[in-house]
């Protein structure tokens, strides 16, 4: 059974500490437990009863009247909303709930929602880009299941690759190649795969190596192959001083090409980037870079 923080119910939930403080203490909505040093945490149980008081609160209902609701009912007023909403914060919430219960049903009743009123591309953007950064952060400290983290990853994993499956293969007289990749050690893979999804979609070319890959075998691919861009999302690797010299490595070695790197690590990044690298923020930018190319 897994234990958060306050500060990790806030960034699962989105629901800020001193308003969590303040329910807790008013209404009684969650209790935390204490270790043996006498650092407060909570469990599961409370994570999803805060997640199901978010989609309520969300929906219009007044946090009195919704502690007022036992388990049972809670969850029974948040399923009034599975089929109808169109909420994407709400939709998010539910996602978090379908992974810590592990719960493929709800995960495909909620992604084919999604789908239904935004179509499969916007509901990349829209919801699983922001649910995967929401819980991004959890992922490095080690605040997440890692049953947790494989099922849902796998979930989405299944669904991209069926979708880039799906995409035309591009004419390549006219389209850009870019190499997709993760740094050694990197595994976290589904940004990337976001990523690839709309670069194939815009009609340029991918070859994608995937996770963990030695830099020697970049060359060499880069070697094998005419190459215009190269794509690489960083989670989790390289931080601090490993990643500035990652990136200047990558920028020296690959000069002619232009670098495009995603994820958590160099959106924090605090030193200047190489002119031939372009920081990737959301999808929306990428699209914006896109038409350019």
Known sequence: MARYSIRELEKLSGIKAHTIRIWEKRYNVIQPKRTQTNIRYYSEHDLKKLLNIAILNREGWKISDISKLNNHGLS????????????????????????????????????????????????????????????????????INPAQEHFISNLFRQKLMVAIDNLRIPDKQNAKTFIFFLPEDEFHELGLLFYHYMIKK??????????????????????????????????????????????????????????????????????????????????????????SI
Not at 89 to 117: P, R, W
Not at 215 to 223: P, Q, S
């Open 76 to 143: 029974e007023k948040v399923r009034e909303f599975t089929y109808n909403s169109k909420d994407l914060e709400s939709e998010i919430e539910k996602l978090v709930i379908a992974m810590v219960d592990l719960d493929e049903m709800k995960f495909d009743q909620i992604l084919s929602n999604a789908i239904m009123h935004e179509g499969f591309e916007q509901t990349i953007i829209k919801l699983i880009f922001p649910f995967f950064e929401r819980i991004g952060l959890l992922w490095q400290t080690d605040s």
């Open 202 to 291: 815009s009609g340029q070319s991918v070859i994608y190596l995937g996770s963990s890959v030695p830099f020697n075998d970049l060359i060499e691919t880069a070697r094998l192959i005419r190459c215009d861009y190269l794509f690489t999302t960083i989670t989790t690797a390289l931080s601090g001083n490993k990643l500035k010299n990652y990136v200047e490595r990558l920028s020296e070695v690959f000069s002619k090409q232009l670098i495009f790197i995603a994820g958590v690590q160099i959106h924090e990044a605090d030193f200047p980037l190489p002119n031939n690298v372009v920081k990737i923020s959301s999808p929306t930018e990428l699209n914006e870079r896109l038409k």
